[in-house]
C-alpha cells in the first residue's frame, strides 16, 4: 500500500513537472513572439520617421530650389528691364534662358528626390549663363557707348565741317556776287537825239518829231577787267510818249528773269577795253511829239539810261 502511494506521488510529481515545462515553454514562446513584434514595431517606426525625415527634406528642397528660381528669374528680368534697349541684340540667349527656366520649374514641381538633385545642377548652370548674359549686355552696352561717343564725334565733325561749308558758300556767294556786280558793263557819255539826213546823206541831229527819221543813241563802255571778253549784244529798249515799247519785230529778250520786249539789237567785239558805240533805230514812219526814254541793256543788266524830246 505504501509502496503504490509513493508510486503515485511520483507520477503526480513527473506531470507536476512536465506541466511546468510546458509553460515554462509556452512563456517563452510568448516572450520570443513579443520581442519580434516589439522589433518588428520600432523597426517600422525608425522607417516611418525615415521616410517623413525625407519628405520633410524633400519638401524642403522644392520649397528652397522653388524660392531661389525665382529669385534667379526676378533678377533675370531686372536685368532685362534696365537693358531693354540692347535686349534684341541678345534675343536667341534671353530665349535659351527662359527656357532653362521653364524646364527648371517642372522639374522641382513634379520631380523627386532624383529629379530636385538634378533641378539644383540645372539651377547652378542657370545661375552662370544668367551671370554671362549679364556680361555680354555689359559689353554690348560699352560697345554701343563707344559707338555714340564716335557718332557725336563724327556728328561734330560733320557740324564744323557743314558749318566750314555753309561759310565758304556764303564767301562764294559774295565773291560771285561782286564778280558779278564787276562784271556788269559800265558806260558812259550816252547821248540821244533825233537826226536826218541831207540829199548828199550828210546826218544832221534835230529836235522835231516831224523832221526826225531815226534816233541815235551813243555811248562810251568803259573798260573792264573782270568781265568775260568776246562777242556781247546790246539791247536798246525805247519808249514812246505813249508809254509801249516801240519795235518794228515783236522779239523779246530777258531781265531778271522776265521776257521784255527790245526796240533794236546790236552785237559787238568787246577786249576788255573801253569801246564807243552808236546804235541807230529808224521807226519807218513819222515820230509822234513828246519824249522818248533810252535805256541800253547788255547781259541783263542795265547799262545806260537816258531820254529825248521831239517836238
Known amino acids: 500500500m505504501e509502496d503504490s502511494n509513493s508510486e503515485y506521488a511520483r507520477a503526480d510529481k513527473r506531470e507536476q513537472n512536465s506541466r511546468r515545462a510546458l509553460v515554462f515553454v509556452v512563456i517563452a514562446i510568448l516572450l520570443g513572439v513579443n520581442g519580434l513584434l516589439l522589433w518588428q514595431f520600432f523597426d517600422k517606426k525608425s522607417h516611418l520617421e525615415e521616410v517623413s525625415r525625407s519628405l520633410e527634406s524633400t519638401s524642403a528642397e522644392r520649397d528652397a530650389l522653388s524660392a531661389e528660381l525665382q529669385r534667379v528669374k526676378a533678377e533675370f528680368e531686372k536685368i532685362n528691364q534696365e537693358n531693354s534697349s540692347l535686349q534684341s541684340q541678345l534675343l536667341s540667349k534671353d530665349e535659351e534662358i527662359k527656357s532653362k527656366m521653364a524646364q527648371i520649374r517642372r522639374m522641382i514641381e513634379s520631380g523627386d528626390a532624383?529629379?530636385?538633385?538634378?533641378?539644383?545642377q540645372e539651377l547652378e548652370r542657370l545661375k552662370s549663363m544668367n551671370q554671362m548674359y549679364v556680361m555680354q549686355l555689359d559689353s554690348l552696352r560699352g560697345a554701343n557707348e563707344q559707338l555714340l561717343s564716335q557718332n557725336e564725334s563724327l556728328n561734330n565733325m560733320i557740324t564744323v565741317e557743314k558749318n566750314k561749308s555753309s561759310t565758304l558758300e556764303m564767301e562764294n556767294s559774295v565773291l560771285t556776287k561782286r564778280v558779278a556786280a564787276a562784271s556788269v558793263l559800265k558806260t558812259t557819255a550816252i547821248k540821244s537825239s533825233g537826226v536826218r539826213y541831207k540829199n548828199s546823206g550828210k546826218e544832221m541831229e534835230t529836235g522835231k518829231a516831224s523832221s526826225a527819221?531815226?534816233?541815235?543813241?551813243?555811248?562810251?563802255?568803259?573798260?573792264?577787267?573782270?568781265?568775260t571778253a568776246g562777242s556781247k549784244d546790246v539791247f536798246v529798249k525805247i519808249t514812246g510818249p505813249d508809254g509801249s515799247v516801240m519795235t518794228n519785230n515783236s522779239e523779246t529778250f530777258t531781265i531778271a528773269g522776265q521776257a521784255s520786249l527790245y526796240t533794236v539789237k546790236e552785237s559787238f567785239e568787246y577786249d576788255n577795253k573801253e569801246t564807243n558805240m552808236c546804235i541807230y533805230w529808224e521807226k519807218g514812219s513819222a515820230f509822234a511829239p513828246g519824249k522818248y526814254t533810252i535805256e541800253v541793256y547788255c547781259e541783263g543788266s542795265m547799262i545806260a539810261g537816258t531820254a529825248v524830246d521831239l517836238k
Open 213 to 227: 527819221q531815226k534816233i541815235k543813241t551813243c555811248f562810251t563802255i568803259l573798260e573792264n577787267t573782270v568781265t
Open 114 to 120: 532624383a529629379q530636385l538633385k538634378a533641378a539644383r
